[in-house]
T-cell receptor, first 115, second 114 residues
Framework: DAGITQSPRHKVTETGTPVTLRCHQTENHRYMYWYRQDPGHGLRLIHYSYGVKDTDKGEVSDGYSVSRSKTEDFLLTLESATSSQTSVYFC??????????????FGDGTRLSIL | GENVEQHPSTLSVQEGDSAVIKCTYSDSASNYFPWYKQELGKRPQLIIDIRSNVGEKKDQRIAVTLNKTAKHFSLHITETQPEDSAVYFCAASKGDTGFQKLVFGTGTRLLVSP
């Protein structure tokens, strides 16, 4: 299994509170991603990082921000959580490759409930 | 942007039968097509992937085929077993540096009955 640790694994919070999810990798992979998974939608990309302090938006980035100050850590922040952000959040990593795509490997996920 | 459609949404088979899941994609520049298996409450796990320079890839009971002209790819599982029961996701992306923005299908729930 890829060395990816997500924390916390479960969290319940209230609308309007800030929430930060952490993804930690021990693989020294260059690329890191945050997805959310909702019934009927599969996995959708929120934000991604292609290096330390280099991040960009995915398809569902509204209401989320990210930071990557070290290669091994990628943080996802909900500045003011809303009920629509109740979801399962997955972090993924992939390695730098030349001339071909590298597979993404996923962490165990964080189940976030916003009441 | 890329759009990936996946069918069927649910698939029930008897143990030992074959199962086929199909996906279509919209962006002709997509060149990487992974398949993930997700058991209940677990993380998605890569089971097989294919790049656009090949038409078929096999790994024991699992195979993936790609038709670039028609822009569709399929997952084939032979001799299904109860432990194959899970949700399967297809995805597509483009690029050649290791970085890819995967676009996922909505998943197929496979149930293998003993």
């Amino acid at each position: 299994d890829a060395g990816i640790t997500q924390s916390p694994r479960h969290k319940v919070t209230e609308t309007g509170t800030p929430v930060t999810l952490r993804c930690h990798q021990t693989e020294n992979h260059r690329y890191m991603y945050w997805y959310r998974q909702d019934p009927g939608h599969g996995l959708r990309l929120i934000h991604y990082s292609y290096g330390v302090k280099d991040t960009d938006k995915g398809e569902v980035s509204d209401g989320y921000s990210v930071s990557r100050s070290k290669t091994e850590d990628f943080l996802l922040t909900l500045e003011s959580a809303t009920s629509s952000q109740t979801s399962v959040y997955f972090c993924a990593i992939s390695e730098l490759g030349t001339g071909f795509n590298q597979p993404q490997h996923f962490g165990d996920g964080t189940r976030l409930s916003i009441l | 942007g890329e759009n990936v459609e996946q069918h069927p949404s649910t698939l029930s088979v008897q143990e030992g039968d074959s199962a086929v899941i199909k996906c279509t994609y919209s962006d002709s520049a997509s060149n990487y097509f992974p398949w993930y298996k997700q058991e209940l409450g677990k993380r998605p796990q890569l089971i097989i992937d294919i790049r656009s320079n090949v038409g078929e890839k096999k790994d024991q009971r699992i195979a993936v085929t790609l038709n670039k002209t028609a822009k569709h790819f399929s997952l084939h599982i032979t001799e299904t077993q109860p432990e194959d029961s899970a949700v399967y996701f297809c995805a597509a992306s483009k690029g050649d540096t290791g970085f890819q923005k995967l676009v996922f299908g909505t998943g197929t729930r496979l149930l293998v009955s003993p």
